[in-house]
């Protein structure tokens, strides 16, 4: 790699909470950051380039991801054709009229359907249709787990818990996969983040934590940022552990 050479991220799931405070610490850091998300690009956010750099797409229907990675390639191949990142961030977890998570009996299959379309199928297809832009830079791919994919959460409900799982998971077999094509795929499992999507009542969990605290999305971010740089450079195939000893 050039050592001017600009970088390039694509991020899915940009507008809000850990995928806002991701475009912030690269787009400070200097990178072109490429992001997805089922929203319009918001006139609120300062990032530059970031209205031509935002992609509008529903990952829950795979036409429209075949058609934002077609768009996706026209736009880094004005660039270079390089991608050196891509952090699959974006993840619903649907709850039950009254805001309750919904559990193995109550969710409805075509529900089922929907998380796994978003959590789990969007990001390998994502990262196969641009896996051609990531062998050029030898580039990192990130996906973003959960701490409720290690055990039962009192409020993330049991497709969400289970499509996390499960894509901690594929991130060992991507890791194994893409490895050869010089392409490191790690993963990382947050806890409870300090976001606009907590639920009710996590201030019970808070005094469970070891830290007593709260994580940061900033802190999230700097674990992302580490592992799409030189400094995790042997790292691949790992899921590190975001939520002040939440797991242990």
Request: charged share 20%.
């Amino acid at each position: 790699m050039e050592p001017l050479e600009k970088r390039t991220l694509l991020l899915t799931g940009a507008s809000r909470g850990i995928g806002h405070a991701t475009v912030k610490r690269f787009s400070d850091a200097g990178w072109r950051v490429f992001s997805c998300s089922r929203q319009a690009f918001s006139d609120k956010c300062p990032w530059p380039m970031g209205e031509e750099n935002h992609i509008q797409v529903d990952l829950a229907d795979p036409e429209t991801i075949e058609d934002a990675i077609a768009l996706i390639k026209k736009r880094l191949k004005a660039h270079g054709g390089k991608l050196h990142a891509l952090v699959n961030n974006a993840a619903i977890s649907p709850k039950d009229a009254a805001g309750q998570r919904l559990d193995s009996l109550a969710t409805p299959l075509e529900l089922w359907h929907k998380v796994f379309a978003v959590n789990f199928f969007a990001p390998i297809m994502l990262a196969r249709g641009l896996i051609d832009e990531l062998k050029a830079t030898e580039g990192s791919i990130v996906n973003v787990t959960s701490i409720a994919g290690m055990r039962v959460h009192p409020y993330a409900g049991a497709a969400y818990a289970t499509s996390k799982a499960a894509l901690a998971s594929l991130t060992r077999e991507m890791a194994a996969d893409f490895g050869p094509h010089g392409i490191r795929v790690n993963a990382i499992a947050p806890g409870e983040i300090d976001t606009s999507i907590l639920s009710p009542g996590t201030e019970k969990i808070v005094r469970t934590i070891p830290m007593r605290r709260l994580g940061k999305p900033s802190e999230v971010a700097d674990t992302i940022y580490y592992l799409c740089t030189e400094a995790s450079s042997y790292v691949s195939g790992a899921e590190i552990h975001i939520n002040g000893g939440q797991h242990v």
